[in-house]
């Protein structure tokens, strides 16, 4: 199964030539956040997607009716579809899997209308943002974008790793015959709610956010969406598309054990369900996409799991939130792309705002610059509240002669 | 692929039992909203009743968890315990009052098996409770630690995994409605990917003020009848004694909205409730003309649209099978959709609809655990019909539909009664 076509809507870059020339530059996505009111917060940076304009991309879908998530979505599609090289009309005649990942879904709004009935009572809510909120339309609205009706469209809410179960998936529905094409990956907004949350747990950065850095204070929570078009390679040779990496395989687990705190074994066996699904021997992985959070917690844990799998000289392991934030439930789905950018263009993003690695988190994390590398075979982390791991691996796409 | 064992906590009550006995009488479940206690706009809902997740599930590990949570980690907890997962929950971390350690140790957990819960938007109260905590606290972050999680859409699901040591993949679909058939589809996946032996899958839906007004709005005021409840299924690909029926095929499609999405020709097909109101609807016959004036950014569904998109769904579903429409026992519809209805009126005959009881009329418009409740009742009304075909169906208000065709067998219940 091979990627061809990506859509990023992003703090660093929208469309994925941007995006690939912000992550070779270590563009930071880091602003004050503007989307709800952050007073009486001691410090509220974000990673917004700014300059974003939803009806560039959106054709057929009143953009009014969707929340901010679902535009990010549908737009994330449509340029994903494109990038692929096809038309709606492909598609259309084609078998589809949409899945979606979401942590949030449509927050955004549902705080707004909370905001509304704290002001009014329950009794004089918005009709139109209270039929934006159910989930499912982050990813109906792909349907609906695209105009595809010959599809199984779901909405995958397991949090911060959903865009990996997404894209994993989208793998497993193309290989027992379930679709043609899937689109997959991940969608949401900032909140009030979610930053609310972080903020709470202590976990908000003041500044900027610095995965496995000895200074670092935590995460910042961002937004945007990452959607994968995925085909089989017969598919992708028969029209000719251009083929960005190849899905190897993927591991799904849950820690069954801390609604919030990572649990190392299991992150780790995670890893081993994915190397062995991928049929990928440790020493051959080449880069790992943390999920890399920049909390003291998650890094110490993950950096901790990926020496258990792969010993004591573990590929480098590069955190993309230090750019794009905690993007949440586009995440990995966000990674999963940057992995596919970095295997087509042969470089390692950074990891920025990066000053001296945590003796805790031994590992090389590409501090600051990023790299020339050919990379043969990448690693995606996703983690989530809950336990719910997701990790996925990507394989440059090479010819046999 | 096999369904093996169910389980259900409806507003039947807690567990099989209460379910099909409440369900073979067909009788309804709705009930009077106490005013007083219930700020709603409904006047009445199908209601779980006595539920509370304290007194469910006991006071360890209990202290902040919604209710989505509670009826999912219920029924969940039915079916985990027949694969022998140690019963009884474990110490809540985030609770003071808990003093045991956490089971760091994996013994008695089951890394085969997996959990796949369907869910509408998670608990839509939790998530404005912790809102309206930020807006009205004294400052914006007086929010109360503990009930983060479940401000998050895979609470239930990790929740349920925590109390159940369910290490296998852990899937939040939030896909509404149709989530149980969609469920089956991805259980499916899962099995043929050896990522599981075992999937628990199903939906779980809370009723709740927030909710209620939610869809309340959503619908410009008209009136529903809404229910709660969660219902699981156990699927496998072993093929022993216990086999209460086989998936034979499972077939999704989008309904697109009409017109640019504005809904003006036709009666949107959100929230209506009752196969029985709807007796004049065909599949070919104009939709209705609005009862009353929609919002302007209404994306409505036509009816008739409704209709072609279940009826090609069923059709295909039906060509996978290997099944003719004459040798279908029963059609189970959502029920709250009147072209979906209309479809397998018109591909099956009344007779078909009317063998498994109305799930939609009896429990009310339960929301992500609604196709799961269908799948439930159709095993509980097929119990003694062995061989017979059941075509189930689901539309969400989104446009999302999917139906599943089984083949009941003649398995016998291993499980623990409860």
């Known amino acids: ?401 | 692929m096999n369904i093996t064992a169910w389980s259900t906590v409806s507003p039947y009550g807690l567990g099989r039992a209460a379910f099909t006995a409440g369900l073979l009488a067909r009788r309804p479940t709705a009930v009077a909203l106490d005013p007083g206690q219930w700020q709603v706009p409904d006047a009445r809902a199908c209601l779980v009743p006595q539920f509370d997740p304290r007194t469910t599930l006991g006071l360890k590990g209990t202290r902040t968890m919604n209710r989505v949570t509670g009826l999912a980690v219920t029924a969940v907890g039915d079916l985990a315990q027949d694969l022998g997962a140690p019963a009884g929950p474990i110490d809540d971390p985030m609770d003071p009052a808990a003093d045991g350690i956490m089971p760091g140790s994996m013994a008695g957990s089951m890394p085969r098996t997996a959990l796949v819960l369907g869910t509408t938007t998670g608990s839509v109260q939790s998530m404005m409770d912790f809102t309206r905590s930020s807006l009205t606290g004294e400052r914006p972050f007086d929010v109360e630690p503990a009930a983060i999680p479940n401000s998050v859409m895979n609470c239930a699901a990790a929740q349920c995994a925590i109390w159940h040591h369910i290490q296998g993949p852990n899937t939040t679909l939030a896909c509404g409605r149709p989530s149980g058939l969609l469920a089956l589809a991805y259980a499916r996946r899962l099995l043929l990917g050896g990522r599981a032996e075992t999937v628990l899958c199903g939906g779980a839906e809370e009723y709740s003020p927030a909710r209620s007004w939610l869809e309340h709005h959503s619908r410009d005021g008209e009136p529903a009848l809404l229910g709660e409840g969660a219902a699981i299924l156990r699927v496998e690909f072993t093929d022993g004694p216990d086999t209460l029926a086989t998936v034979l095929a499972v077939e999704s499609r989008v309904c697109l909205p009409t017109s640019s999405g504005t809904g003006r020709a036709s009666r949107a097909v959100t929230y209506t409730l009752g196969a029985a109101a709807t007796a004049t609807l065909t599949a070919t016959a104009p939709a209705p003309a609005n009862t009353r004036p929609t919002s302007a950014n209404r994306t409505a569904l036509a009816e008739t649209d409704v209709a072609a998109t279940v009826a090609e769904a069923v059709r295909r579903a039906l060509g996978r099978a290997g099944v003719a429409p004459r040798n279908v026992w029963a059609a189970v519809p959502s029920g709250h959709s009147e072209g979906e209805s209309a479809a397998l009126r018109e591909l099956f005959g009344t007779a078909a609809l009317e063998r498994v009881p109305a799930t939609g009329d009896l429990l009310g418009d339960t929301g992500a655990a609604s196709a799961a409740f269908q799948l439930t009742a159709t095993l509980a009304a097929g119990a003694d019909e062995s061989g017979r075909v059941a075509v189930i169906t689901s539309v969400d208000p989104g446009g999302a539909v999917a139906a599943a065709v089984l083949r009941l067998g003649d398995g016998a219940f291993r499980g623990t009664p409860r």
Request: neutral net charge.
């Open chain 1, 1 to 401: 199964m091979v990627i061809t076509g990506l859509g990023v809507v992003s703090s660093i870059g929208i469309g994925p030539e941007r995006f690939a020339a912000g992550l070779r530059l270590g563009r930071s996505g880091v602003s004050p956040i503007t989307a709800f009111d952050t007073t009486g917060y001691a410090h509220a940076n974000g990673c917004q997607v700014l300059g974003f304009d939803p009806a560039a991309w959106i054709r057929r879908t009143p953009v009014d009716s969707l929340g901010r998530a679902s535009r990010f979505s549908a737009a994330a599609a449509r340029m994903a579809v494109q990038d692929a090289g096809l038309i709606d009309r492909q598609l259309q005649v084609a078998r589809c899997q949409v899945s979606i990942g979401t942590t949030d879904g449509e927050s955004y709004d549902l705080d707004r209308l909370t905001a509304a009935e704290v002001a009014g009572g329950p009794a004089h809510l918005s009709p139109r943002l209270a039929r934006r909120v159910p989930s499912p339309l982050l990813s109906v609205a792909v349907a609906r974008e695209l105009g595809l009706t010959d599809a199984e469209v779901l909405t995958v809410g397991t949090a911060c790793s959903a865009g990996n179960y997404a894209l994993g998936n989208g793998l497993d529905a193309i290989r027992f015959g379930d679709a043609d094409f899937a689109l997959c990956g991940g969608a949401d907004a900032v909140c009030r709610k979610t930053f609310t949350a972080f903020y709470r747990l202590g976990t908000i950065a003041p500044d900027c956010c610095r995965p496995f850095d000895v200074g670092r204070q935590g995460i910042l929570t961002g937004e945007g969406a990452g959607v994968l078009l995925l085909e089989s390679l017969g598919s992708a040779r028969a029209r000719g598309a251009r083929v960005y990496a190849e899905v190897l395989g993927y591991g799904l687990n849950c820690d069954a054990y801390h609604p919030v705190a990572p649990n190392e074994e299991s992150v780790a066996r995670c890893m081993a369900l994915a190397l062995s699904d991928a049929g990928v021997k440790p020493q051959e992985v080449d880069l790992i996409s943390a999920h890399g959070t920049g909390t003291k917690a998650n890094d110490i844990t993950e950096s901790r799991a990926i020496r258990r799998v792969f010993g004591e000289r573990p590929p480098r392991t590069v955190a993309l939130k230090s750019m794009l934030g905690h993007t949440m439930g586009a995440a990995s789905a966000l990674g999963a792309i940057a992995c596919s950018l970095a295997i087509t263009h042969r470089f390692i993003p950074p990891t920025i705002n990066h000053v001296e690695t945590d003796p805790e988190c031994p590992i090389d994390c590409v501090p600051n610059t990023a790299v020339e590398a050919d990379l043969r075979i990448v690693q995606n982390n996703g983690l989530a509240f809950g336990g719910n791991n997701a990790v996925v691996l990507l394989g440059k796409h090479e010819e046999l002669l």
